[in-house]
Structures are given as C-alpha cells and as structure tokens.
C-alpha cells in the first residue's frame, strides 16, 4: 500500500442527519444542539461510522477499495460540524484521521 495524506471533505450537520436516517441511529447528539449541550458539548457530534466513511472514501479515491481486506479503527476524539479532517494511510497499511493536530480515528487497513 502507498502512503498518503489528503484533506477529507467537510461533513455538516445535515450529513450527520441523512447518515443517521440511512442507518437508524436517531441519538439526538448527532442533531439536537439543545441536547449536546446538556452534554456539555460545543455542537453536536458525527457517528463514528460516519468519520470511519472518510477514511474509505480517501482510500478509494487514491487506488479504489478492490484490493481491501479489512479494516480495523478506533474513534479516539469527537468530530464536530464543518471540522478540517485530513486523512493519513502509511504504507503497512496504518491509517489517522485528524481534526487539525488532534487524533479523531486511528486504525489499519489490511490488504488481499
């Protein structure tokens, strides 16, 4: 595998809403900013499949998902609305998704 660093599109509030219909995953920290912030969150919060998403979709675009075997991540820090993402892959297969310098996945992807 090749290594890589790229700048993942934004996700919105308003992906965080049709994900959430697509999967069923209707807690109301993935839209209700009144109950975030009850929370005590900033905003509300993406569904970690979601920012799991992000990482595939950045593997795809580099050399497409034909030769993946498997993946393994851990969400390791909240993402919020309109966060700056940046998706890193290193060649044995390592994988970091960031908000700025703040880790927010970590995991591998194994090949065929």
């Known amino acids: 595998m090749k290594s890589f660093r790229k700048t993942a599109p934004k996700l919105g509030k308003e992906h965080f809403v049709r994900y959430a219909s697509v999967v069923g995953d209707f807690n ?9 912030r009850k929370l005590k969150m900033p905003a509300v919060v993406a569904q970690g499949p979601l920012v799991l998403l992000r990482a ?16 393994v991540a851990r969400i390791t820090g909240t993402v919020f609305p309109d966060a700056d993402l940046v998706v890193e892959r290193a060649e044995d297969g390592a994988i970091r998704i960031s908000d700025k310098d703040r880790t927010v996945l970590t995991g591998t992807v194994t090949a065929k």
């Open 28 to 36: 109301p920290i993935h839209y209700d900013l009144d109950f975030a």
């Open 56 to 71: 595939l979709d950045a593997i795809a675009a580099e050399e497409g998902l034909g030769e993946v075997k498997g993946v």
